[in-house]
């Protein structure tokens, strides 16, 4: 199946500083990449739609201005979280979709764990 | 996309086959129904999805009632390695993308 990954797998960082996390769809192209937030013992809440060459769409309650995705090319999306406080630390999950016939698949990736300190 | 249901946990022993009801009763006529599962600490993983008629892949079966109002995902031959937290989504409509969203699922342990 389609591989989906993610960088770097987990970042420890201090309050106030930023974060980078890439998404990489390794081989088949994603028009369209996702990215879920998921705290301990909960389930996963879908933070935006992120479209190649285009913004991105956030969920309500998102801050886009915190939250920053770029989408720069069919691989690769990036979310970057901007003057991280402990409570965004969390496990951060990027998906892809990748269309089969006339439905489609999302590959998730292995998940970014983020903690700030 | 259609709101699911799906019991909160459930077990089964090692080398049983592990079946995964969920309710979705108000699917629409062209959306499917995805499977996906989540161990510990891991991005989901696709399991199996289907419209009407029932599939099989290498991971699991799933079978779809004739009215769709529901579905059970069969694992043949549950593993320890298959405890994890298993997702039923109704959604995407064919020929469109859709945007999976998840509820609580079923954690499902399998034990010795």
């Known amino acids: 199946g389609a591989v989906v990954s993610q960088h770097p797998s987990w970042v420890i960082c201090k309050s106030g500083t930023s974060v980078k996390i890439e998404c990489r769809s390794l081989d088949f192209q994603a028009t369209t990449m996702f990215w879920y937030r998921q705290f301990p013992k909960q389930s996963l809440m879908l933070m935006a739609t992120s479209n190649e060459g285009s913004k991105a769409t956030y969920e309500q309650g998102v801050e886009k201005d915190k939250f920053l995705i770029n989408h720069a090319s069919l691989t690769l999306s990036t979310l970057t979280v901007t003057s991280a406080h402990p409570e965004d630390s969390s496990f951060y999950i990027c998906?892809?979709?990748?269309?089969?016939?006339?439905?489609?698949?999302?590959?998730f990736g292995p998940g970014t764990r983020l903690t700030v300190t | 996309d259609a709101k699911t249901t799906q019991p909160p946990s459930m077990d089964c022993a090692e080398g049983r086959a592990a079946n995964l009801p969920c309710n979705h009763s108000t699917i629409s006529g062209n959306e499917y129904v995805y499977w996906y599962r989540q161990i510990h600490s891991q991005g989901p993983q696709y399991i199996i999805h289907?419209?009407?008629n029932n599939e099989t892949n290498e991971m699991a079966s799933l079978i779809i009632t004739e009215d769709r109002k529901s579905s059970t995902l069969i694992l043949p031959h549950a593993t320890l390695r298959d405890t994890a937290v298993y997702y039923c989504?109704?959604?995407?409509?064919?020929?469109?993308?859709?945007?999976?969203?998840f509820g609580r699922g079923t954690s499902l342990i399998v034990h010795p």
């Open positions: 289907g419209l009407k």
């Open positions: 998906s892809a979709d990748s269309r089969r016939g006339s439905s489609y698949e999302q590959y």
């Open positions: 989504i109704a959604g995407g409509a064919s020929g469109g993308s859709y945007i999976p969203t």
